[in-house]
Protein backbone atom coordinates (compact mmCIF):
# COMPACT_ATOMS: atom_id res chain seq x y z
CA UNK A 1 0.00 0.00 0.00
CA UNK A 2 1.58 3.54 -1.10
CA UNK A 3 2.60 5.04 1.58
CA UNK A 4 0.08 8.24 1.03
CA UNK A 5 -3.52 8.55 0.11
CA UNK A 6 -2.72 10.85 -3.06
CA UNK A 7 -0.07 8.60 -3.96
CA UNK A 8 -2.61 5.63 -3.64
CA UNK A 9 -5.14 7.75 -6.42
CA UNK A 10 -2.29 9.17 -8.48
CA UNK A 11 -1.43 4.99 -9.10
CA UNK A 12 -5.41 3.97 -9.12
CA UNK A 13 -5.95 7.16 -12.00
CA UNK A 14 -4.02 5.05 -14.11
CA UNK A 15 -4.90 1.77 -13.22
CA UNK A 16 -8.63 2.08 -13.22
CA UNK A 17 -8.78 5.73 -14.71
CA UNK A 18 -12.53 5.75 -15.74
CA UNK A 19 -13.47 3.60 -12.91
CA UNK A 20 -16.16 5.65 -10.12
CA UNK A 21 -14.30 7.31 -7.29
CA UNK A 22 -16.80 9.96 -5.52
CA UNK A 23 -19.81 10.69 -6.50
CA UNK A 24 -19.96 14.22 -4.21
CA UNK A 25 -22.64 16.58 -4.00
CA UNK A 26 -24.16 15.03 -7.14
CA UNK A 27 -20.92 15.25 -8.86
CA UNK A 28 -19.42 12.34 -10.10
CA UNK A 29 -15.73 11.50 -10.46
CA UNK A 30 -13.60 8.56 -12.21
CA UNK A 31 -10.15 8.36 -10.32
CA UNK A 32 -8.86 10.13 -13.21
CA UNK A 33 -10.98 13.04 -12.77
CA UNK A 34 -10.63 12.96 -9.00
CA UNK A 35 -6.48 13.01 -10.18
CA UNK A 36 -7.57 15.56 -12.14
CA UNK A 37 -9.15 17.89 -9.57
CA UNK A 38 -6.17 17.12 -7.24
CA UNK A 39 -3.84 18.46 -9.95
CA UNK A 40 -5.33 21.70 -10.31
CA UNK A 41 -6.00 22.39 -6.63
CA UNK A 42 -2.30 21.74 -5.97
CA UNK A 43 -1.54 24.35 -8.91
CA UNK A 44 -3.99 26.83 -7.21
CA UNK A 45 -2.48 26.37 -3.94
CA UNK A 46 0.75 26.51 -4.94
CA UNK A 47 0.41 29.96 -6.70
CA UNK A 48 -0.81 30.73 -3.25
CA UNK A 49 2.57 30.51 -1.69
CA UNK A 50 2.00 27.26 -0.02
CA UNK A 51 4.91 25.00 0.04
CA UNK A 52 6.21 22.10 1.60
CA UNK A 53 5.48 21.52 5.61
CA UNK A 54 3.29 24.52 5.24
CA UNK A 55 -0.19 24.78 6.72
CA UNK A 56 -3.91 25.13 5.02
CA UNK A 57 -6.45 25.69 6.47
CA UNK A 58 -10.05 24.33 4.96
CA UNK A 59 -13.07 26.33 5.44
CA UNK A 60 -15.37 24.72 2.54
CA UNK A 61 -18.76 22.52 2.91
CA UNK A 62 -18.13 19.47 1.77
CA UNK A 63 -17.58 19.46 -2.04
CA UNK A 64 -15.00 18.38 -4.73
CA UNK A 65 -13.27 21.29 -4.09
CA UNK A 66 -12.96 20.18 0.15
CA UNK A 67 -12.17 16.86 -1.02
CA UNK A 68 -9.47 17.63 -3.73
CA UNK A 69 -8.09 20.48 -2.47
CA UNK A 70 -7.16 18.31 1.02
CA UNK A 71 -5.35 16.36 -1.39
CA UNK A 72 -4.12 18.67 -3.37
CA UNK A 73 -2.37 20.15 -0.18
CA UNK A 74 -0.78 16.90 0.38
CA UNK A 75 0.45 16.73 -2.66
CA UNK A 76 2.69 19.56 -2.02
CA UNK A 77 3.79 17.68 0.67
CA UNK A 78 1.72 20.55 2.70
CA UNK A 79 -0.51 20.42 5.95
CA UNK A 80 -3.70 20.67 5.52
CA UNK A 81 -6.40 20.84 8.01
CA UNK A 82 -9.83 21.12 7.58
CA UNK A 83 -12.26 23.25 9.89
CA UNK A 84 -15.89 23.95 10.24
CA UNK A 85 -16.89 25.91 7.40
CA UNK A 86 -19.70 27.19 9.87
CA UNK A 87 -17.05 28.86 12.02
CA UNK A 88 -17.21 32.39 12.57
CA UNK A 89 -14.67 34.80 10.85
CA UNK A 90 -12.66 35.37 14.23
CA UNK A 91 -13.23 31.90 15.48
CA UNK A 92 -11.66 30.89 11.64
CA UNK A 93 -8.99 33.11 12.13
CA UNK A 94 -7.77 32.28 15.38
CA UNK A 95 -7.46 28.50 13.95
CA UNK A 96 -5.65 29.25 11.09
CA UNK A 97 -3.07 31.59 13.74
CA UNK A 98 -2.49 28.50 15.56
CA UNK A 99 -1.46 26.65 13.53
CA UNK A 100 0.76 29.46 11.66
CA UNK A 101 -1.26 28.57 8.63
CA UNK A 102 0.09 29.97 5.33
CA UNK A 103 -2.92 29.76 3.47
CA UNK A 104 -6.29 29.71 4.19
CA UNK A 105 -9.33 28.66 1.27
CA UNK A 106 -12.75 29.89 2.40
CA UNK A 107 -15.39 30.24 0.28
CA UNK A 108 -15.55 33.22 -2.30
CA UNK A 109 -17.89 35.63 -0.16
CA UNK A 110 -15.61 35.37 2.92
CA UNK A 111 -12.48 35.81 1.59
CA UNK A 112 -11.99 39.85 1.64
CA UNK A 113 -13.25 39.46 5.49
CA UNK A 114 -10.86 37.03 5.92
CA UNK A 115 -8.10 38.76 4.27
CA UNK A 116 -7.86 41.39 6.15
CA UNK A 117 -8.52 39.85 9.77
CA UNK A 118 -5.16 37.44 8.84
CA UNK A 119 -3.58 39.49 6.40
CA UNK A 120 -1.42 41.27 9.64
CA UNK A 121 -0.12 37.63 10.25
CA UNK A 122 1.06 37.07 6.47
CA UNK A 123 -1.57 34.65 5.73
CA UNK A 124 -3.00 34.34 1.95
CA UNK A 125 -7.25 33.96 1.62
CA UNK A 126 -8.21 32.33 -1.42
CA UNK A 127 -11.60 31.21 -2.70
CA UNK A 128 -12.37 27.44 -3.17
CA UNK A 129 -12.08 27.29 -6.91
CA UNK A 130 -9.23 26.28 -8.21
CA UNK A 131 -9.25 26.59 -12.00
CA UNK A 132 -8.10 24.83 -15.09
CA UNK A 133 -4.62 24.77 -14.47
CA UNK A 134 -3.79 20.90 -14.84
CA UNK A 135 -0.81 21.43 -12.13
CA UNK A 136 2.00 20.15 -14.24
CA UNK A 137 4.56 22.64 -13.32
CA UNK A 138 3.49 22.97 -9.99
CA UNK A 139 4.29 18.83 -8.70
CA UNK A 140 6.57 18.18 -11.53
CA UNK A 141 9.21 16.45 -9.82
CA UNK A 142 7.83 16.68 -6.08
CA UNK A 143 8.77 13.75 -3.91
CA UNK A 144 5.77 12.34 -2.67
CA UNK A 145 4.94 12.35 0.73
CA UNK A 146 6.96 9.48 3.29
CA UNK A 147 4.96 8.11 6.20
CA UNK A 148 7.08 10.17 8.52
CA UNK A 149 5.55 13.62 7.32
CA UNK A 150 2.28 14.91 8.42
CA UNK A 151 -0.77 14.28 6.55
CA UNK A 152 -2.72 16.92 8.19
CA UNK A 153 -4.22 18.04 11.41
CA UNK A 154 -6.99 17.16 13.13
CA UNK A 155 -8.72 19.64 15.42
CA UNK A 156 -9.94 17.98 18.19
CA UNK A 157 -13.94 18.60 19.62
CA UNK A 158 -13.23 20.91 21.98
CA UNK A 159 -15.81 19.09 24.32
CA UNK A 160 -14.36 19.72 27.37
CA UNK A 161 -12.05 22.28 26.55
CA UNK A 162 -10.81 24.64 23.82
CA UNK A 163 -9.88 22.68 20.46
CA UNK A 164 -6.11 21.95 19.60
CA UNK A 165 -4.55 20.32 16.57
CA UNK A 166 -3.58 16.99 16.63
CA UNK A 167 -0.59 16.21 13.99
CA UNK A 168 -1.62 12.87 11.97
CA UNK A 169 0.84 11.32 10.16
CA UNK A 170 0.73 9.53 6.82
CA UNK A 171 1.64 6.47 8.73
CA UNK A 172 -0.61 6.83 11.45
CA UNK A 173 -3.29 7.27 8.82
CA UNK A 174 -2.30 4.51 6.86
CA UNK A 175 -2.66 2.15 9.92
CA UNK A 176 -5.93 3.11 10.48
CA UNK A 177 -6.72 2.48 7.04
CA UNK A 178 -5.36 -1.46 7.23
CA UNK A 179 -6.53 -1.84 10.19
CA UNK A 180 -10.13 -0.60 9.81
CA UNK A 181 -10.13 -2.85 6.31
CA UNK A 182 -8.45 -5.89 8.47
CA UNK A 183 -11.15 -5.63 11.34
CA UNK A 184 -14.15 -4.35 8.77
CA UNK A 185 -13.44 -6.34 5.51
CA UNK A 186 -13.03 -3.65 3.40
CA UNK A 187 -12.75 -4.87 -0.42
CA UNK A 188 -13.14 -3.25 -3.67
CA UNK A 189 -16.66 -4.58 -4.46
CA UNK A 190 -17.96 -2.23 -1.50
CA UNK A 191 -19.93 1.10 -1.95
CA UNK A 192 -19.78 3.54 0.95
CA UNK A 193 -22.48 6.27 1.73
CA UNK A 194 -21.62 9.26 4.55
CA UNK A 195 -23.32 11.94 6.00
CA UNK A 196 -20.21 13.00 8.15
CA UNK A 197 -18.39 16.25 7.79
CA UNK A 198 -14.87 16.15 6.25
CA UNK A 199 -13.71 18.15 8.52
CA UNK A 200 -14.47 15.35 11.32
CA UNK A 201 -11.93 12.64 11.79
CA UNK A 202 -15.26 10.14 11.30
CA UNK A 203 -15.81 11.74 7.93
CA UNK A 204 -11.91 12.31 6.86
CA UNK A 205 -10.66 9.18 7.35
CA UNK A 206 -13.09 6.95 7.68
CA UNK A 207 -15.08 8.18 4.58
CA UNK A 208 -12.73 10.01 2.68
CA UNK A 209 -9.21 9.15 3.02
CA UNK A 210 -9.65 5.01 3.80
CA UNK A 211 -11.75 5.17 0.06
CA UNK A 212 -9.50 6.97 -1.78
CA UNK A 213 -6.84 4.85 -0.33
CA UNK A 214 -8.32 1.55 -1.06
CA UNK A 215 -9.91 2.23 -4.37
CA UNK A 216 -13.53 1.64 -3.33
CA UNK A 217 -16.41 3.79 -4.10
CA UNK A 218 -17.62 6.75 -2.17
CA UNK A 219 -20.81 8.62 -2.13
CA UNK A 220 -20.70 11.83 -0.19
CA UNK A 221 -23.66 13.95 0.73
CA UNK A 222 -23.76 17.67 3.22
CA UNK A 223 -23.76 17.04 6.77
CA UNK A 224 -27.44 17.88 7.33
CA UNK A 225 -29.70 16.43 9.86
CA UNK A 226 -32.09 17.81 6.93
CA UNK A 227 -30.05 15.48 4.48
CA UNK A 228 -31.02 12.15 7.12
CA UNK A 229 -34.01 10.75 4.27
CA UNK A 230 -31.56 11.28 1.30
CA UNK A 231 -28.33 9.51 3.11
CA UNK A 232 -30.39 6.63 3.38
CA UNK A 233 -32.19 6.92 0.13
CA UNK A 234 -29.04 7.06 -1.39
CA UNK A 235 -27.80 3.61 0.40
CA UNK A 236 -31.08 1.79 -0.91
CA UNK A 237 -30.30 3.59 -4.36
CA UNK A 238 -26.91 2.72 -4.90
CA UNK A 239 -26.66 -0.47 -2.92
CA UNK A 240 -24.66 1.20 -0.15
CA UNK A 241 -22.25 -1.29 1.56
CA UNK A 242 -20.51 0.59 4.60
CA UNK A 243 -21.99 3.57 6.44
CA UNK A 244 -21.84 5.37 9.23
CA UNK A 245 -23.20 8.38 11.81
CA UNK A 246 -23.11 8.97 15.30
CA UNK A 247 -25.94 7.49 17.50
CA UNK A 248 -28.07 11.01 16.94
CA UNK A 249 -27.99 10.48 13.12
CA UNK A 250 -29.71 6.76 13.77
CA UNK A 251 -31.85 8.15 16.35
CA UNK A 252 -33.47 11.23 14.81
CA UNK A 253 -33.93 8.93 11.40
CA UNK A 254 -36.29 6.61 13.40
CA UNK A 255 -38.06 9.90 14.36
CA UNK A 256 -38.04 11.52 11.79
CA UNK A 257 -37.51 9.44 8.38
CA UNK A 258 -40.21 7.01 6.86
CA UNK A 259 -39.20 3.74 6.10
CA UNK A 260 -41.75 3.78 2.45
CA UNK A 261 -39.61 2.92 -0.45
CA UNK A 262 -36.63 2.27 1.44
CA UNK A 263 -34.25 -1.15 1.10
CA UNK A 264 -31.17 -1.02 3.52
CA UNK A 265 -30.53 -4.81 2.91
CA UNK A 266 -27.40 -4.16 1.09
CA UNK A 267 -26.00 -2.47 3.99
CA UNK A 268 -23.26 -4.78 6.13
CA UNK A 269 -21.50 -2.58 8.00
CA UNK A 270 -23.20 0.58 9.30
CA UNK A 271 -20.57 2.14 11.74
CA UNK A 272 -22.26 4.14 15.31
CA UNK A 273 -19.47 6.45 16.73
CA UNK A 274 -18.01 9.41 17.85
CA UNK A 275 -20.77 10.07 20.73
CA UNK A 276 -22.35 6.85 23.07
CA UNK A 277 -23.93 4.38 21.53
CA UNK A 278 -27.66 3.87 22.99
CA UNK A 279 -29.32 0.37 22.90
CA UNK A 280 -32.59 1.98 22.56
CA UNK A 281 -30.82 3.42 18.99
CA UNK A 282 -29.74 0.32 18.01
CA UNK A 283 -33.25 -1.59 18.41
CA UNK A 284 -35.22 1.44 16.85
CA UNK A 285 -33.16 1.48 13.76
CA UNK A 286 -33.27 -2.14 13.50
CA UNK A 287 -36.85 -2.34 14.07
CA UNK A 288 -38.00 1.00 11.86
CA UNK A 289 -35.74 -0.23 8.92
CA UNK A 290 -35.57 -3.72 8.73
CA UNK A 291 -32.18 -4.17 8.61
CA UNK A 292 -30.13 -7.05 10.26
CA UNK A 293 -29.04 -6.42 14.06
CA UNK A 294 -25.64 -7.33 13.45
CA UNK A 295 -25.30 -4.50 10.72
CA UNK A 296 -25.07 -2.05 13.21
CA UNK A 297 -21.07 -1.48 14.61
CA UNK A 298 -20.68 0.46 18.02
CA UNK A 299 -17.08 1.77 17.85
CA UNK A 300 -14.67 4.24 20.22
CA UNK A 301 -12.05 6.38 18.82
CA UNK A 302 -11.30 9.74 19.69
CA UNK A 303 -8.56 12.59 17.15
CA UNK A 304 -5.35 11.61 19.27
CA UNK A 305 -5.88 8.26 17.85
CA UNK A 306 -6.11 9.25 14.37
CA UNK A 307 -9.83 7.71 14.17
CA UNK A 308 -10.85 4.36 15.66
CA UNK A 309 -9.48 1.94 18.80
CA UNK A 310 -12.26 -0.54 18.51
CA UNK A 311 -15.25 -2.35 16.35
CA UNK A 312 -17.00 -5.03 16.18
CA UNK A 313 -16.13 -7.74 13.47
CA UNK A 314 -18.94 -8.19 10.76
CA UNK A 315 -21.63 -10.18 11.47
CA UNK A 316 -21.22 -9.48 15.29
CA UNK A 317 -24.29 -8.41 17.11
CA UNK A 318 -23.20 -5.65 19.68
CA UNK A 319 -23.04 -6.74 23.05
CA UNK A 320 -25.02 -4.93 25.81
CA UNK A 321 -23.76 -5.38 29.34
CA UNK A 322 -26.31 -5.66 31.95
CA UNK A 323 -26.96 -1.87 33.06
CA UNK A 324 -28.35 -1.75 29.42
CA UNK A 325 -24.69 -0.16 28.48
CA UNK A 326 -23.83 -0.98 24.79
CA UNK A 327 -20.03 -2.31 23.90
CA UNK A 328 -17.80 -0.51 21.58
CA UNK A 329 -16.52 -3.61 20.04
CA UNK A 330 -12.70 -4.91 20.55
CA UNK A 331 -9.88 -2.89 19.92
CA UNK A 332 -8.26 -3.26 16.74
CA UNK A 333 -5.30 -5.43 15.41
CA UNK A 334 -2.32 -4.06 16.72
CA UNK A 335 -4.19 -1.62 18.98
CA UNK A 336 -3.81 -1.88 22.54
CA UNK A 337 -5.95 -0.51 25.44
CA UNK A 338 -6.02 -0.78 29.06
CA UNK A 339 -7.91 1.02 32.23
CA UNK A 340 -5.64 1.97 34.88
CA UNK A 341 -6.91 3.93 38.24
CA UNK A 342 -6.14 7.59 39.69
CA UNK A 343 -2.52 6.48 40.30
CA UNK A 344 -1.89 4.87 36.99
CA UNK A 345 -1.99 1.16 38.06
CA UNK A 346 -3.86 -1.11 35.89
CA UNK A 347 -7.32 -2.66 37.06
CA UNK A 348 -8.64 -5.65 36.88
CA UNK A 349 -11.27 -6.85 34.18
CA UNK A 350 -14.78 -5.02 34.44
CA UNK A 351 -13.70 -2.43 36.59
CA UNK A 352 -14.22 1.34 35.66
CA UNK A 353 -11.17 3.81 35.12
CA UNK A 354 -9.19 5.80 32.59
CA UNK A 355 -9.17 4.99 29.51
CA UNK A 356 -5.57 4.55 27.71
CA UNK A 357 -4.57 3.40 24.20
CA UNK A 358 -0.78 2.65 22.51
CA UNK A 359 -0.16 1.47 19.05
CA UNK A 360 0.54 3.03 15.74
CA UNK A 361 -2.38 4.88 15.49
CA UNK A 362 -1.50 7.46 18.67
CA UNK A 363 -0.58 11.05 16.94
CA UNK A 364 2.46 12.77 17.61
CA UNK A 365 1.47 15.45 19.82
CA UNK A 366 -0.50 18.73 19.43
CA UNK A 367 0.56 21.63 17.11
CA UNK A 368 2.83 23.85 18.57
CA UNK A 369 1.68 22.46 22.72
CA UNK A 370 4.30 20.37 23.88
CA UNK A 371 2.64 20.96 27.38
CA UNK A 372 -0.85 19.51 26.28
CA UNK A 373 0.75 16.90 24.41
CA UNK A 374 2.70 16.21 27.93
CA UNK A 375 -0.85 16.09 29.60
CA UNK A 376 -2.33 13.16 27.69
CA UNK A 377 0.47 10.94 27.10
CA UNK A 378 1.79 8.78 29.91
CA UNK A 379 4.82 7.10 27.95
CA UNK A 380 3.61 5.38 24.83
CA UNK A 381 0.12 5.16 26.03
CA UNK A 382 -2.20 7.94 25.37
CA UNK A 383 -4.75 8.96 28.05
CA UNK A 384 -7.85 9.06 25.89
CA UNK A 385 -9.74 11.48 28.85
CA UNK A 386 -12.96 8.85 29.04
CA UNK A 387 -14.12 6.22 31.44
CA UNK A 388 -14.23 3.41 30.51
CA UNK A 389 -14.04 -0.49 31.74
CA UNK A 390 -12.45 -3.39 29.70
CA UNK A 391 -13.88 -7.28 30.32
CA UNK A 392 -12.24 -10.52 30.41
CA UNK A 393 -12.96 -11.04 26.99
CA UNK A 394 -11.81 -7.54 25.52
CA UNK A 395 -14.78 -6.17 24.77
CA UNK A 396 -14.89 -2.27 25.64
CA UNK A 397 -17.34 0.07 27.25
CA UNK A 398 -16.74 3.69 27.63
CA UNK A 399 -19.15 5.36 29.90
CA UNK A 400 -17.76 8.95 28.90
CA UNK A 401 -15.86 12.10 28.67
CA UNK A 402 -13.51 11.84 32.76
CA UNK A 403 -14.52 15.71 33.00
CA UNK A 404 -18.30 15.18 32.18
CA UNK A 405 -19.12 12.78 34.93
CA UNK A 406 -21.28 14.16 37.39
CA UNK A 407 -19.43 13.68 40.67
CA UNK A 408 -22.54 12.67 43.21
CA UNK A 409 -21.70 11.57 47.28
CA UNK A 410 -18.70 10.02 46.11
CA UNK A 411 -20.52 8.27 42.79
CA UNK A 412 -19.14 8.93 39.29
CA UNK A 413 -22.23 9.33 36.80
CA UNK A 414 -22.87 8.95 33.25
CA UNK A 415 -25.21 12.03 32.11
CA UNK A 416 -25.82 8.94 29.24
CA UNK A 417 -26.99 7.25 32.04
CA UNK A 418 -29.41 9.73 33.50
CA UNK A 419 -30.03 10.12 29.72
CA UNK A 420 -31.34 7.21 28.22
CA UNK A 421 -33.38 6.03 31.34
CA UNK A 422 -35.52 9.81 30.91
CA UNK A 423 -35.41 9.27 27.14
CA UNK A 424 -37.56 6.05 27.09
CA UNK A 425 -40.69 8.12 28.90
CA UNK A 426 -43.58 8.54 26.75
CA UNK A 427 -44.19 12.24 26.15
CA UNK A 428 -40.17 12.94 26.34
CA UNK A 429 -38.54 13.58 23.44
CA UNK A 430 -34.77 14.39 24.07
CA UNK A 431 -33.09 14.91 27.79
CA UNK A 432 -29.44 16.53 28.84
CA UNK A 433 -27.99 15.44 32.39
CA UNK A 434 -25.30 17.96 33.87
CA UNK A 435 -23.78 17.96 37.39
CA UNK A 436 -24.06 21.28 39.30
CA UNK A 437 -22.38 22.13 42.05
CA UNK A 438 -24.07 21.65 45.61
CA UNK A 439 -22.74 24.69 47.26
CA UNK A 440 -23.95 23.70 50.76
CA UNK A 441 -22.79 20.58 50.75
CA UNK A 442 -19.22 21.13 48.91
CA UNK A 443 -17.45 18.52 47.11
CA UNK A 444 -20.49 17.02 45.36
CA UNK A 445 -23.19 17.82 42.67
CA UNK A 446 -26.85 17.70 42.07
CA UNK A 447 -27.87 15.97 38.87
CA UNK A 448 -29.89 18.20 37.23
CA UNK A 449 -31.97 16.92 34.27
CA UNK A 450 -33.36 18.99 31.51
CA UNK A 451 -35.80 17.18 29.19
CA UNK A 452 -37.32 18.63 25.88
CA UNK A 453 -40.96 17.01 26.08
CA UNK A 454 -43.79 16.78 23.31
CA UNK A 455 -46.49 19.93 23.72
CA UNK A 456 -49.59 17.34 24.32
CA UNK A 457 -47.68 15.97 26.91
CA UNK A 458 -47.69 18.94 29.37
CA UNK A 459 -50.87 20.44 28.34
CA UNK A 460 -52.42 20.16 32.20
CA UNK A 461 -50.62 21.07 34.84
CA UNK A 462 -51.20 17.82 36.34
CA UNK A 463 -49.53 15.99 33.55
CA UNK A 464 -46.60 18.26 33.55
CA UNK A 465 -46.39 17.32 37.26
CA UNK A 466 -46.62 14.20 36.60
CA UNK A 467 -44.07 13.64 33.76
CA UNK A 468 -41.89 15.59 36.12
CA UNK A 469 -42.34 12.88 38.55
CA UNK A 470 -41.30 10.33 35.90
CA UNK A 471 -38.08 11.88 35.08
CA UNK A 472 -36.81 12.16 38.35
CA UNK A 473 -37.76 8.08 39.28
CA UNK A 474 -36.49 7.13 35.85
CA UNK A 475 -33.19 9.60 37.12
CA UNK A 476 -33.18 7.33 40.40
CA UNK A 477 -33.29 4.09 39.31
CA UNK A 478 -31.04 4.21 36.57
CA UNK A 479 -28.04 6.10 38.92
CA UNK A 480 -29.77 5.31 42.76
CA UNK A 481 -29.41 9.23 42.63
CA UNK A 482 -32.38 11.57 42.86
CA UNK A 483 -31.81 14.59 40.27
CA UNK A 484 -31.64 17.92 42.46
CA UNK A 485 -34.00 19.40 39.89
CA UNK A 486 -35.90 18.65 36.39
Known sequence: MPPSAVEALARRAEARADDVA???????????????????????????????????????????????????????????????????????????????????????????????????????????????DDGGDAIAGLPWPTGEEVSHLQFTSGTTGQPKAAIITHRNTAFEVAIGAERLGYDERDVMVSWMPLHHDFGLIRFWLTPVWLGIPVHLL?????????????????????????????????????????????????????????????????ARFGVAPEVLNPGYGLAEATLAVSAYPPGERARVDATGQVASGRAYPGVRVRVVDDAGREVPAGVRGHLETAGEHVFAGYWGDEAAT??????????????????????????????AMIKRAGSAIAPREVEEAVDRIAGVRFSAAVGVPNEALGGTEDVVVVAEVRAEAVEAVAAADALGRAVAAAARAATGHAPGRV
Open 222 to 286: RPSILELRRWLETVSAVGGTVTGSPDFGYRVATRLVSPRGLDLGTLRVALSGGEPVRKDTLDAFV
Open 22 to 132: AVICDETLTHAGLWRETRRAAAALARAGLAAGERCVLALPTSVALAAGFLGAQRLSAIPAAVDEHLPDDALAARARAVGARVVVALAERVAALGLLLAPDGVVVVAGAFGE
Open 374 to 403: AEVMNGEWLRTGDVAAVDADGWIYVLGRER
